[in-house]
Structure formats: structure tokens, C-alpha cells
């Protein structure tokens, strides 16, 4: 597997993993009393993060078929 399909792979998996931590960010951010408004950011900039990411991702030919690699092969 060359360097770019590897990216074909990595990409994807970054992005779900972004979207895994906004979601817990979001859920501790009910509980941060003080600090909510900072963790509800965090949440904010997690998915702003993977906008370039998605972009990059897209101009690489998208993803590569779900079966070929797992992240972790790449």
C-alpha cells in the first residue's frame, strides 16, 4: 500500500475518532459546571477540525472501500 492510500485509510478513522471525543466532550461538558462554556469549544473546534481533513480526504480520491484495510494495517 502506498503512502497516499494509506491516508486513504488513516483519514477516516481520524475523523470518526474527532467526532468520538466531541461526543464525550459534549457529555462531560453538562458536568463541568464552570468550565462548560470552554468544553462546549472544544466540542466546537473538534468538528471545525475535520472539515481540512475531509477536504484533504476528497482531493485524495475518498476514501478507500471499507473491507480493503482496517487503520490499523495502514
Known amino acids: 500500500m502506498n503512502e497516499?492510500?494509506?491516508l486513504r485509510?488513516?483519514?477516516p478513522h481520524w475523523i470518526e475518532h474527532?467526532?468520538?471525543h466531541a461526543h464525550e466532550f459534549q457529555q462531560?461538558?453538562?458536568k463541568a459546571g464552570v468550565a462548560q462554556a470552554d468544553m462546549l469549544m472544544a466540542v466546537e473546534?473538534?468538528?471545525h477540525?475535520?472539515?481540512p481533513l475531509e477536504r484533504a480526504l476528497e482531493r485524495l480520491?475518498?476514501?478507500l472501500p471499507a473491507g480493503d484495510y482496517t487503520p490499523h494495517e495502514a
Request: charged share 20%.
Open 4 to 6: 497516499l492510500d494509506k
Open 61 to 63: 480520491g475518498g476514501p
Open 18 to 20: 474527532n467526532e468520538e
Open 49 to 51: 477540525v475535520n472539515i
Open 45 to 47: 473546534q473538534m468538528h
Open 9 to 11: 485509510v488513516l483519514i
Open 28 to 30: 462531560w461538558a453538562v
